[in-house]
């Protein structure tokens, strides 16, 4: 099936530092979901984005539907260290279809 | 957000038996359940879509013989592995559509399959 590019892949990054990734389809969104999962855990959602341009705020997390909607942003400012995990992408491109996954972006924060 | 349980957490079997493992949405109720795999260090692979009341829908080269899906009621969704091998050890991880005109998906927690 379809997956999503996510990228980078991983980042090593300091604690305090702001990340940015992001998550790109050859094909068009309707949908965006940001998720993030620890070690041995589900997925948690984070952010949901449903609208072209959109631009959506979870605390010290933001995250922007692209105007192309092929692909979609995640910002995490000012990192701590239980910002580590591994965060993904996910989109669908119409109501009811199925949700593609990205490839994921694993996050280290250094205290 | 809305929550989704999964039971057991983990399980280990020996290879020829077969494994339940149940998802339920516990503050909503889901027509729509998704069953997922995931390897280590990989991301989450769609095996099938289970609606309420119906047959679910599976993945292309998901045995559905072998993964058997059922989703008796609006909160409860299961995955049987059936005639389980090392080979099917996994992370399995189900999430629940919330009921609207958005599409969201809250995931459980997901169970550590091990098969001996």
């Known amino acids: 099936g379809q997956q999503l590019n996510q990228s980078p892949q991983s980042m090593f990054i300091q604690e305090g530092e702001d990340v940015s990734m992001n998550c790109t389809s050859s094909s068009i969104f309707n949908t965006w979901l940001w998720y993030k999962q620890d070690p041995g855990e589900g997925p948690v959602l984070l952010i949901a984005l449903y609208k072209a341009g959109e631009l959506t705020s979870n605390g010290r997390l933001t995250a922007q539907f692209g105007i192309t909607r092929k692909d979609s942003f995640l910002n995490i400012s000012a990192s701590i260290p239980s910002d580590v995990g591994i965060y993904f992408c996910?989109?669908?491109?119409?109501?009811?279809?199925?949700?593609?996954f990205g490839t994921g972006t694993s996050l280290t924060v250094i205290p | 957000g809305a929550v989704v349980s999964q039971h057991p957490s983990r399980v280990i079997c020996k290879s020829g038996t077969s494994v339940k493992i149940e998802c339920r949405s516990l503050d909503f109720q889901a027509t729509t359940m998704f069953w997922y795999r995931q390897f280590p260090k990989k991301s989450l692979m769609l095996m099938a879509t289970?609606?309420?009341?119906?047959?679910?829908?599976?993945e292309q080269g998901v045995e559905k013989d072998k993964f058997l899906i059922n989703h008796a009621s609006l909160t409860l969704s299961t995955l049987t592995v059936t005639s389980a091998h090392p080979e099917d050890s996994s992370f399995y991880i189900c999430?629940?559509?919330?009921?609207?005109?958005?599409?969201?998906?809250?995931f459980g927690p997901g169970t550590r399959l091990l098969v001996l």
């Open positions: 999430s629940a559509k919330f009921p609207g005109d958005m599409e969201t998906q809250y």
């Open positions: 289970s609606n309420e009341g119906s047959k679910a829908t599976y």
């Open positions: 996910a989109g669908q491109k119409g109501t009811g279809n199925q949700f593609y």
